[in-house]
């Protein structure tokens, strides 16, 4: 398991760079989204067949601007829906989760 912080993990993205081989599917999809790399990201949250899965593919969809679709993984994660404008705020809490797990 990758020990950091949010914050040393956002510090690691680098769209030129790809994700380390030892992070999780999720933490590599989230690496990817906030690298700007949405078609990577989308690929691999659309293989994690679990509610976090879900949740990480909500915020895609919400990054896509797709806030319909959001909302059906929102519910499909058992989460609260989120609005285009958390997207950044719920980058971290999601990354968190994955960080703290």
Known sequence: MVQMTVEQFQASIDPA???SADLSPELQAMWHAKAG???EAH???QE???PLGSWIHALLHL???DVGNAGYWFRKADRPTRTVSE????WIEIT???LED
Do not use: F, N, V, Y
């Open 87 to 90: 997207i950044d705020a719920l």
């Open 17 to 19: 760079d790809k994700p």
């Open 63 to 65: 990054i896509e601007g």
């Open 37 to 39: 790399c949405w078609e």
């Open 96 to 98: 968190r989760q994955l």
């Open 43 to 45: 690929e691999i949250a």
């Open 48 to 50: 994690i067949h679990t």
